[in-house]
């Protein structure tokens, strides 16, 4: 069914376009390619009807992102509904480029759409002459907008990562891998190499690691006395290797070498050496990476098959999405494609086999075990990418609830329900997430502390220093609206505390009196016998007559 209107989404804002009429059946042909590619004879099939610019970078890096995703946003549909034929709307055919977005523009405006058929070549036409179909709107603009939005909507799905970072691990797997193969590789070279000079050790010492590390210890295999015998039982961790090695390096049949190439040899050794240790480094990294990304899915299967499927799925969240049946296959496509082209059997495991449950299996009950295994990584994948709180009591439960299953096929005994086992595990976590809340509330409260105590001693500090008589070298201007309140203050609280000590001074000035007035008496009767009188005592007299 030919489309009536045609929706094309521009880096600068929405275009329709009315389409008057189009070849249906030859589409494909040369000719009418050709007149696509025709302004004059394209423009006479499509006509422009309305465009709706974006008014900002922001706004225009929305609506994409809601068109990629298949999402009708408010000015998509006000745009629609105001340019669409009202009369004839329902009977109007849409052609839009994206099945998703044509499904939800019929369900939100009612607009029957269309993707297939002559829509995509149409379209093709309007992205080809879109600048000159749209009066006023150049190509030099055109390329600005398409180029400012392709970097922003590049730069926000750069950025935009669902719940967990997981790009990290899957990095670091592959850079694992990679690592694995060069050691091998390095290791094997260092063999060959060395073995002109003491072709016995590699059949004493046939681990990589530990040969490249008696290489750069012996050295020159005439030096090899009994002094390095406790250097050598180190390395090998065995005495009764070190006593061969000793005796081997006597009795070799290995031909002389120089001293450069001794250096050379030593050095590339300690090369070898340095990339073993950063493997354990790296395999130390990735462990606590997936503790804290996927807890349960590593604790089900081990942290290097957990990254491998995160790797090989493109995302935790692609992992999560993926059915059981597909991370069960998971990195035998090859197998798969093939077993369906030649109608053979179809593979049972593909990475889930490097898991030890696999192996444990009987060879009847391998496919059981992948599939049941296959299940429970979906699950853990789930809970780890969607859920809040990490924790590792799902994967445990699901690692016990698979060595039940290896039990029954092996014995017959029969594993507990799954029901009971979730039960189980909902309640442990939500036990454990109390617990943590607990600690991060102990933790707030002893940093609180901390800082509560830091000012407390400052303003100790502050004080011992007015005491001292010091002052500090740098002073802080201070508000005077900030002093006149302190001042108002203080002499709202000086005047307070007079209030109450005015009753306690009035009974101690009355005790005073009557002390004076004893003291007096006695002065005046000491005085009256020696026949003086005091002036003082005169005055008072006149004053209490007044």
Known sequence: M???????????????FKVKEFEEVATFLPQVEEAVADVSKFSQ???????????????????????SEGVVTDDLKLFLETNMPKGGKKGAVLGVVDSKLSATINEACGIKCSHIGVVPEI??????????????????????????????YSRCKVKFNVN???????????????????????SMRIREWYSYHFPELYKIVPENGTFARCVKEIKNRKDLTADKLEALEAIVMDSAKAQAIIDAGKMSMGMDISPVDLINIDMFAARVIG????????????????????????????????????SHAGSLTNLAKAPASTVQILGAEKALFRALKTKGNTPKYGLIFHSSFIGRAGAKNKGRISRYLANKCSIASRIDCFSENATTVFGAKMKDQVEDRLKFYETGDLPR??????AEAVEEAGAEAKKNKKKDKKKRKLENGDSTMDSQNSTMETSVVEENGETPK???????????????METTLNSTAEAEDTPAKKKKKKKDKENDAEAEVAVNGHAEANGHEDPTSEKKKKKKKK
Do not use: C, W
């Open 2 to 16: 030919a489309p009536h209107f045609a929706l094309f989404e521009h880096a600068a804002g929405y275009g329709l």
């Open 45 to 67: 099939v499509v006509s422009l009807i309305g465009f709706f610019p974006f008014k900002t970078a922001g706004d225009a890096l929305n609506n994409i992102n809601a068109v």
């Open 123 to 152: 379209l093709r036409g309007i992205r080809f002459h879109f600048t000159k179909l749209v009066k006023g709107f150049t190509t030099s603009t055109s390329d600005k907008s398409q180029l400012g939005l392709s970097h922003s």
């Open 164 to 186: 967990k970072s997981d790009n990290m691990i899957i990095q670091s797997i592959a850079l694992l891998d990679q690592l694995d193969k060069d050691i091998n590789t390095f």
């Open 275 to 310: 990339l073993i240790e950063y493997r354990k480094e790296l395999t130390v990294y990735l462990r606590n990476k997936m503790h804290l990304v996927a807890p349960n899915l590593g604790t089900l299967i081990g942290d290097t098959v957990a990254a491998r499927l995160i």
């Open 417 to 422: 329900k799954n029901v009971d086992v979730m």
């Open 474 to 488: 740098k002073k802080k201007k201070k508000n005077k609206e900030k002093d006149a309140e302190k001042e108002e």
